[in-house]
């Protein structure tokens, strides 16, 4: 089962770093993670530099995981040029095309 993530809630530099990401790593979290969308201040997740977008980055190097961040909320935050390799910035529309190109079977918030 192919799943992506949007990441919009507060907690979810601990849901990241605590649980989903460890999972991932580890070959047991159950789903291919195919996407995750970043939004709001979760955007900084993405930043150069930062423990959680290291490890982000180097799942997407294996895995060709999609990483985008809001591309309203990483030029608001003035991040756009400091994200990790891999990682891009755009809109809904370019959410859906790019999850639809992976065949993703489910999106899910948190």
């Known amino acids: 089962m192919k799943v992506a993530y949007v990441i919009s809630s507060d907690n979810c530099r601990t849901i990241l770093r605590d649980m989903i990401i460890p999972q991932i790593e580890d070959g047991i979290h159950g789903a291919d993670v195919v996407g995750m969308f970043f939004v709001f201040d979760n955007t900084y997740l993405l930043t150069k530099g930062t423990e959680i977008a290291e490890r982000l980055q180097k799942i997407h190097e294996k895995t060709g995981m999609v990483m985008l961040a809001c591309d309203k909320c990483a030029i608001e935050r003035e991040i756009d040029d400091k994200l990790v390799d891999g990682a891009t910035i755009g809109c809904f529309p370019i ?16």
């Open 95 to 110: 959410l859906y095309a790019t999850l639809n190109s992976v065949g993703v079977d489910h999106i899910i918030t948190l």
